[in-house]
């Protein structure tokens, strides 16, 4: 008698003669602009890797401000990002915070839907004209254009770091929305709305 296993999909492997092929979730890794694809290029990249090794140097520390990653690089994951010639790194970490918002959980929702659907964007409206939504960190501003689509009373200010915008693609994003360089550590635009998703857990409470 062979000996047979089940896979993790409940598929019979013949173990003397196996055959590979793909699953579901791997067939996902060959979409070079999807979720899976984008989430393994980002947190499995060498540079991401390599500061694990040094968890517990940062942790000997006596200083809060220094982290594994800036003991490897000698600077911030964002300031890493924004050096030219990490573009690559910075495109696919862009490509997957773009894949976080409009991936669907088992109810079919988006984060992009879900913001859009926040009452506070149907109230400003009644109380202001033609109100402003600055989204602060708003990478190339696939949640600003959704929320754009569903509130057309609204304009939107794109306000992010100038290498991420350069990455925006200007014929997909709303004719409402304008884009702003700049760092939030230093000014914000103004706005009647600010979006702040996915931002304020990446910074520790000094910043």
């Not at 598929?11 to 590979?20: H, S």
Request: aromatic share 10%; with cysteine; net charge negative.
């Amino acid at each position: 008698m062979e000996a047979k296993s089940l896979s993790s999909n409940g598929d019979r492997i013949n173990q003397k003669n196996p055959v590979f092929r793909h699953t579901k979730l791997s067939l996902e890794l060959k979409a070079t602009n999807g979720r899976a694809y984008a989430f393994v290029m980002v947190n499995f990249a060498p540079a991401q890797i390599r500061p694990w090794w040094r968890i517990q140097e940062a942790w000997d520390l006596t200083t809060t401000t220094v982290n594994p990653f800036f003991l490897e690089h000698g600077q911030d994951v964002f300031d890493y990002y924004s050096d030219p010639k990490n573009a690559e790194m910075s495109r696919n970490f862009n490509m997957l915070m773009q894949q976080l918002s409009i991936s669907q959980d088992e109810k079919g929702s988006t984060a992009n839907s879900l913001v859009a659907g926040l009452p506070i964007f149907t109230r400003i409206s009644n109380e202001t004209i033609s109100p402003t939504v600055v989204d602060v960190g708003g990478g190339v501003g696939h949640l600003l254009s959704s929320l754009l689509r569903v509130h057309p009373q609204c304009r939107g200010v794109l306000f992010d770091l100038p290498e991420v915008l350069n990455e925006v693609n200007i014929e997909k994003v709303s004719e409402k929305m304008s884009l702003v360089p700049g760092s939030f550590f230093e000014e914000i635009p103004k706005g009647d709305v600010f979006l702040l998703k996915w931002i304020l857990h990446d910074w520790n409470d000094l910043k």
